[in-house]
């Protein structure tokens, strides 16, 4: 037990979180070629701490008792081997402290844990997006003591907190005259070049310039200095967001968006813009690099850091985006609101709906141009947050026109997984005549690029949507129509193909021809399908399954089953392709007990085909061996 001031009293020694060894473990490891960046998340913590304690202070200013200029520290001692980053913030009390650097609050760690490899160079990426600020002192100290006293707590409730990353950490009481905490790093021997004037003040400007508190350093003094030189800002100490977009640096931009998103990566684009006349806010919103490992977590915080008049109000204010743009991180800044403003007031201010409003639009928009400028990096953002972004038509209707060109399918244009066309580049392939968007949803790719339903459009070269995330018939029943046109479930109602349909008297003559077929199956399947009926939609394959105009797709139905919802009852529709030999077989099947076997095992294969569950698939079997069996005598 490390024993720090002679008051100290009830010291203990405590384990950290389970989780907190891994990461702590992995980070060391993973970000060690990076470890300056340490400097950064301390600094970064110093200023979130200030923040906090100038909000707190507009409705009880004596929490800033005799030290009213807030500001943070950064010093070192080349000899010692130390580095010091304090600040005069809100600072913690014992019990924020064990709770803060001992345990890792957030949801859904422990299973973020289980998902890294052992790979460091994969590992190194998630702990970046994880951000593991605080414990990143531990890539270059050997041991960290904290000093800290929360704000309002009198002075013998300060806390000393110590530990050298291994395992366990100490609490101790102490006495502390100031308010606000001291990080205090002793340097592991190879690290020991960070205690150096120059590198500290070039690394400050590099990572901690936006931050809008004075990050002040003073040169090392002799213990027996007469008086201390002054301090001085190293940073330009203003709030990045406040200032004209021409004179802040994308590096600038890059580094502030890694302070307030508490990401070790970079941001892939920004938009930064101020809003003047009858309201007057500024908003700077980032689009991350990388889906956060809760980005499917409906707790996970998310939302803008919101200030009023540069003061700091709250983090994850949720009310100014949409959910499905819940990925977007940021600042808004608005002059119109109140500083006593609450979570519960947000709700229902008609100046946070406007804001809403107009920012919901602007990330939207960020999103278009990126799509338009780099589609490359557009894909990239795609395949990290679309399936956040499908939730849009139905969440925000009104921004349909915003969303729809923002989606990126797999078609039978590529017949790749990767979905990476647009609606765009449907429309610019669509035969002259067709007046639908069509596609097809499965639980699986490879399901929905090889359902029969796909046959006639593959032979007419008509491209089909391939849809397999459990969310898109949601979003397509949502999406009614993209520039005019309809989109389509290809299983639904009859096909009219448009133009492209010769329904030819020979067709029709067909028809009647099958109608005894047809009448026979529809007696023998009439507990399973709504109706029989000779198909257009095959070629290949003999029999098919084809919903109603109305009736409900199966993807819809598993999710209503799976929350415990009634699922509305309905029959397929059976369609058989009188070209397919097997069909022909059965017409010609005199024998009723072999027909009605066919006729099932037929429309048991549709089913399986249209990826749904057999009601009995032990008679499924039974039935299939059957005529194999009859097949080789
Ligand atoms: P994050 O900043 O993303 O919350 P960190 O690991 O950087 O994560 O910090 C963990 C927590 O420790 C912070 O959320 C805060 O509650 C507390 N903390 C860290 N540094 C300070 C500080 N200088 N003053 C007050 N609290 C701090
Ligand atoms: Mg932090």
Request: some cysteine; charged content about 30%; aromatic content about 8%.
């Amino acid at each position: 037990m490390t024993e720090t001031s002679s008051q100290a009293t009830a010291g203990e020694t405590l384990g950290f979180q389970a989780e907190v060894k891994q990461l702590l473990h992995l980070m060391i490891h993973s970000l060690y070629s990076n470890r300056e960046i340490f400097l950064r998340e301390l600094i970064s913590n110093a200023s979130d701490a200030t923040d906090k304690l100038r909000f707190q202070a507009i409705a009880a200013p004596e929490l800033l008792e005799s030290n009213p200029d807030l500001a943070i520290r950064v010093a070192f001692d080349p000899e010692a081997g130390t580095i010091s980053v304090s600040d005069n913030g809100i600072g913690m009390s014992r019990e924020d402290v064990i709770a803060q650097l001992g345990t890792i609050a957030r949801s859904g760690t422990a299973e973020f844990i289980t998902s890294l490899t052992g790979d460091e160079s994969r590992d190194a990426n998630l702990i970046g997006q994880f951000g593991v600020g605080f414990y990143s002192a531990f890539i270059v100290a050997k041991r960290v003591d904290v000093f800290t006293r929360r704000a309002g707590l009198p002075v013998e409730q300060g806390v000393h907190w110590s530990s050298d990353g291994e395992g366990e950490f100490q609490v101790a009481d102490i006495e502390r005259a100031d308010r606000g905490t001291q990080v205090l790093l002793h340097l592991r021997d190879d690290a020991r070049e960070f205690a150096d004037d120059f590198r500290l003040r070039s690394l400050i400007r590099k990572y901690s310039d936006h931050i809008a508190f004075p990050v002040l350093m003073a040169p090392v003094v002799p213990d027996d200095a007469e008086e201390a030189p002054a301090e001085e800002a190293v940073n330009t100490a203003q709030a990045l967001w406040t200032r004209p977009r021409t004179e802040v640096q994308d590096d600038e931009y890059r580094e502030f968006y890694k302070h307030i998103a508490h990401d070790f990566e970079d941001p892939l684009l920004w938009s930064h813009n101020k809003v003047e006349g009858k309201r007057e806010y500024t908003s700077l919103l980032y689009l991350p690099g990388r889906a956060p490992f809760d980005l499917w977590n409906r707790e996970a915080p998310r939302g803008l850091k919101l200030y009023v008049q540069r003061v700091f109000i709250m983090d994850n204010a949720d009310q100014f985006l949409p959910l499905y743009l819940r990925f977007i991180r940021g600042v808004v800044d608005s002059s119109d609101l109140s500083l006593n403003v609450s979570r519960e007031l947000l709700q229902q201010d008609a100046t946070v709906d406007a804001i809403r409003s107009a920012l919901t639009k602007r990330a939207l928009d960020m999103l278009n141009k990126l799509a338009k400028d780099d589609a490359e990096k557009y894909q990239g953002f795609w395949n990290e947050f679309g399936r956040v972004i499908k939730e849009g038509p139905a969440e925000d209707p009104e921004n349909q026109a915003r969303i729809a060109p923002l989606l990126r399918f797999a078609t039978t244009h590529t017949d790749q997984e990767t979905a990476d066309q647009s609606l765009a580049d449907y429309l610019e392939r669509k035969q002259a005549e067709q007046d639908k968007i069509y596609y097809i949803t499965a639980d699986s790719f490879g399901a929905a690029k090889s359902s029969p339903h796909l046959e006639v459009f593959r032979a007419k070269g008509i491209e089909v949507i391939l849809l397999s995330d459990p969310i898109d018939e949601w979003l397509m029943g949502h999406l009614a129509e993209y520039e005019g046109l309809a989109l389509h479930d290809v299983r639904r109602g009859e096909l009219d193909l448009g133009g492209e349909q010769d329904k030819s008297e020979d067709d029709q003559a067909d028809a009647g021809e099958h109608q005894p077929l047809v009448d026979r199956l529809g007696e023998c399947l009439k507990e399973r399908a709504a109706t029989v009926r000779v198909t257009d939609r095959l070629t290949e394959s003999a029999a098919c399954l084809a919903l109603g105009e109305h009736d409900m797709g199966e993807q819809m139905r598993r999710i209503l089953a799976a929350s415990g919802q009634q699922v509305p009852d309905s029959k397929p529709i059976f369609e058989i392709n009188p070209e397919h030999p097997l069909v022909q077989r059965l017409a010609a099947e005199a024998d009723d007990q072999r027909f009605a076997d066919l006729a099932d095992v037929l429309f048991d294969q549709a089913s399986l085909a249209d990826g749904r569950q057999l009601q009995d698939p032990g008679q499924f079997v039974q039935r299939l061996n059957r005529l194999l069996l009859e097949l080789s005598t």
